[in-house]
């Protein structure tokens, strides 16, 4: 009985070692269904490819934080992580990503690569929405309607971070969409959208999870939300919500794979990272999300190939949900990334002054 | 008297006794302390080395110094009326355009905590400064970013020339230096921290009393009923114990929000009308009636522990002798719950005072507390000096409240069981 144990637990640590000597990636991301439609668009299709490699697929919670303790201890176990542009700026200054080639890709993108360490993923939005239900005469048109408590009374949710709320407030207050971060620049600038925000003060519900505005507007716990379009999308698509987007001042982030330096796959995560920013991989994740691909011929392949969203039951046009569509873009301010970089930690501070008083 | 008691008790083998005592008993100890030894090292290495670590960063100036050091160096002497004179220009321009790409990346996030602007300042003057091959420098740096000609940036180097600094401890507490190390206070509507700090404990104290409250007589309940009932009643308090916190969260967002269980009960039963639904969610009440769910076990165990051990037959003398019910409690049951109760107050209030993800879900307006801009600031800003203090006051006023918890009632009144 002994022997057989034993040689079942060497027969393990055997196994182990074999394991280990295929390419093991480890790519992190945000978890939900955005990872989940990575993992179809980017993961699947390159294990199909290259049957040797293995994927772990793990959630976080955004920021550098974990990045950077992991390559001060010099102890690296993420080799591909999904970053917001501003955590792409600051780690490929500070040295925690490897610089990639962006030659495939660089005279194809919507706005140029925010630093040398990214590859393109998605853009994402801060959209309002609201629920039909809510407003059976006249429904809310743009942001100033989100900021108006007497035209449309009811509570409003939004989120425990200040990122673009400033942006959305300062065009309620009519500041023009592509002037918005001019008028950032000045402190009477940023005055004006805390004086913005104030009027709807009494009239907020905060969120942090990006599910929880959908359940707020679903149970008529509030009447508007800002959310994330493609959480949006998916309650639409999926699920058969009656929401409505607020196509007005609607802010685009950015989202960018990285690999971080000192990994144990590096040349393996840098091909991954190539195979996953293809025009037709990035296409192929808005089959199952509504996220606007960063790449112009990712948007071609998507109108050619129309109804592109995967759905049960029959597939359905997907570029009516995309915050990169023509009609949403000529309203819709692209988020500074650099902006935020510099003057976030004191806006934010500001903020959660502003929310607790 | 024979030799045998004036000279030293020998074994057998002519050895001192004594001697021989030290020798098997040095055995026994090496033998225990050999036990012991992987706990030290588990303690070192995952409590006292972090812990170290933190207290140093929460000081350390030391890298931004290692960038610039023949600037600061020149800006010590800077009289600091007007703007700089061309030699500080100068230093300032080669050290950014020779300095190591990585390094000026992280100095500028360093830069960025003492004025919102740098990090893009010096990421942009690191590309141009390629550029410009000779003087004057002071010119053609205002002329390429007019920032380098605004004073805030130049007063914002001035907290950052020593290697060790307390900055980051007054930036903790709402305060900071000026350009001339003078201790002003933060700018008014950055002055978030001792509001957070003053909520976290209102908070803590909060959840640890009404922890007490309610748990004291499910405790006595638990203590007192025959095994057939408590076992029961046992089952009741660990099963949310062993439910996920976040579900257990989540399940209290459904219950309290304003279109929530609670609320919809109380305006079907006409208690409140359909305006004036409470607002029980997203805010400190929120953070408070989950927190104290979520912690109630932690007073329950201890509690009932220490009550399980106190003999019945006390209450019944009490009573015996004449003492009414409520009195012989007071004076005969309840100071030997104390025990219990310390244990059970000190946990719940330590866990209640680190919390982080309850209040991040639930605190919404005004509901999260100092562990929410800890994780903030280690996560977002990368600012882990700011982060660092905020920890080391924590674990300052921790040490602090222990001790006078000492002095009051005594350490060795604490019990678990």
């Known amino acids: 009985m002994l022997k057989l144990i034993k040689a079942t637990f060497l027969g393990l ?76 700026i600051t780690g490929c200054d500070e040295g925690l990503f490897e610089k990639v080639d962006q030659s495939s890709f660089i005279n194809d993108m919507v706005v140029a690569p925010v630093s040398d360490c990214v590859v393109p993923q998605i853009f994402w939005a801060y959209t309002a929405f609201y629920s039909k239900s809510a407003f059976p005469g006249k429904k809310p048109k743009n942001i100033k309607d989100f900021f108006n408590v007497e035209k449309f009374p009811g509570k409003r949710g939004i989120h425990t971070w200040g990122n673009a709320l400033i942006e959305m407030a300062l065009v309620a207050d009519g500041v023009k969409a592509k002037n918005v971060y001019e008028v950032m620049n000045t402190p009477e600038g940023i005055d004006r959208a805390f004086a913005k ?49 607020i196509w007005d001042a609607t802010v685009l982030e950015q989202e960018y794979l990285v690999a971080i330096k000192g990994g144990k796959n590096t040349a393996e995560a840098l091909d991954f990272m190539a195979h996953s920013s293809t025009a037709i991989a990035n296409a192929e994740q808005a089959k199952y999300i509504p996220y606007g691909p960063m790449r112009k011929s990712s948007i071609a392949i998507i109108k050619k190939g129309e109804p592109w969203f995967i759905k049960y039951g029959g597939d359905i046009d997907v570029m009516p949900h995309m915050p990169t569509h023509p009609k949403v873009l000529k309203r819709a301010i692209i988020a500074d990334p650099v902006w935020w970089a510099d003057n976030g930690a004191e806006v934010n501070e500001r903020y959660g002054v502003w929310k607790g008083n | 008297m024979n030799e045998a008691t004036t000279g030293p008790i020998l074994t057998t083998d002519g050895i001192p006794l004594k001697v021989s005592l030290q020798k098997s008993e040095r055995k026994n100890k090496i033998r225990a302390f050999l036990l012991v030894v992987p706990l030290l090292f588990f303690i070192l290495f995952t409590f006292l080395i972090p812990i170290g670590d933190m207290l140093l960063r929460s000081v350390d100036d030391s890298y931004i110094n290692t960038v610039f050091p023949k600037t600061f160096e020149k800006y010590k002497k800077w009289d600091r009326q007007g703007l700089p004179s061309e030699e500080l220009y100068e230093t300032m321009f080669f050290e950014i355009k020779e300095g190591s790409g990585y390094s000026i ?20 003057s690191k590309r141009k400064f390629k550029k410009i091959e000779e003087g004057p420098y002071k010119e053609q740096m205002i002329a390429f970013d007019k920032r380098w000609a605004n004073m805030e940036y130049w007063k914002a180097i001035g907290v950052m020339v020593d290697p060790t600094t307390a900055g980051y401890y007054l930036n903790a507490i709402d305060l900071k230096y000026n350009a001339d190390k003078e201790i002003i206070r933060q700018k008014e509507n950055r002055r978030i921290y001792n509001k957070t700090w003053i ?29 057939k009932y408590s076992n029961l009643l046992m089952i009741c308090v660990l099963l949310p114990f062993w439910t996920s916190l976040l579900v257990r969260t989540v399940a209290w967002m459904i219950m309290l929000q304003q279109k929530g269980v609670f609320n919809n009960l109380l305006v079907m039963s006409h208690i409140i009308s359909n305006e004036n639904r409470f607002a029980l969610m997203y805010n400190q009440t929120a953070t408070v009636i989950v927190m104290t769910q ?14 399980k051990t106190i003999s019945p037959n006390y209450m019944r003398a009490a009573l015996n002798l004449g003492a009414s019910p409520l009195h012989a409690f007071y004076k005969v049951y309840m100071p030997n719950s104390i025990p219990g109760v310390s244990a059970g107050c000190m946990l719940v209030f330590i866990l209640a005072i680190g919390y982080y993800i309850t209040p991040e879900l639930v605190g919404g307006k005004d509901g999260q507390m100092i562990g929410n801009w800890i994780a903030y600031h280690l996560k977002t800003t990368l600012n882990w000096g700011l982060s660092a203090a905020l920890g080391a006051i924590l674990l300052g006023v921790l040490t602090v409240l222990y001790w006078v918890y000492n002095k009051l009632v005594g350490i060795e009144n604490i019990k678990l069981g």
Not at chain 1, 80 to 86: F, G, K, M, Q, T
Request: aromatic fraction near 12%; charged fraction near 15%; glycine fraction near 8%.
């Open chain 1, 13 to 88: 640590i055997a196994m182990a070692f074999t394991a280990s000597s295929y390419a093991d990636i480890t790519f992190v991301s945000w978890g939900g269904a955005y990872t989940a439609s990575q993992q179809k668009a980017y993961v699947d299709t390159y294990i199909s490819l290259n049957p040797d490699t293995k994927i772990t697929v793990e959630s976080y919670n955004g920021g550098l934080g974990e990045i950077k303790a992991q390559v001060e201890a010099g102890n690296v176990t993420w080799d591909v992580v999904d970053v917001l542009p501003d955590q792409a």
């Open chain 1, 197 to 245: 925000l104030d009027t709807i003060k009494d009239h907020v519900v905060f969120w942090s999870a990006g599910s929880k505005p959908l359940e707020l507007v679903s149970s008529g716990e509030v009447v508007m939300a800002i959310a994330y379009n493609g959480r949006i999308g998916a309650a639409i698509l999926s699920e058969g919500k009656d929401f409505e987007y």
């Open chain 2, 105 to 124: 990346g992280k100095a500028t996030t360093r830069m960025n905590y003492a004025k919102s602007g740098w990090k893009s300042l010096l990421k942009k």
């Open chain 2, 199 to 227: 909520k976290t404990f209102k908070v803590s104290f909060l959840v640890m009393f009404f922890c007490l409250i309610l748990g004291y007589p499910i405790s006595y309940l638990l203590a007192t009923l025959p095994l």
């Open chain 2, 294 to 307: 979520i912690l109630l076990p932690f007073m329950v165990l201890p509690l009932y522990s220490v009550m």
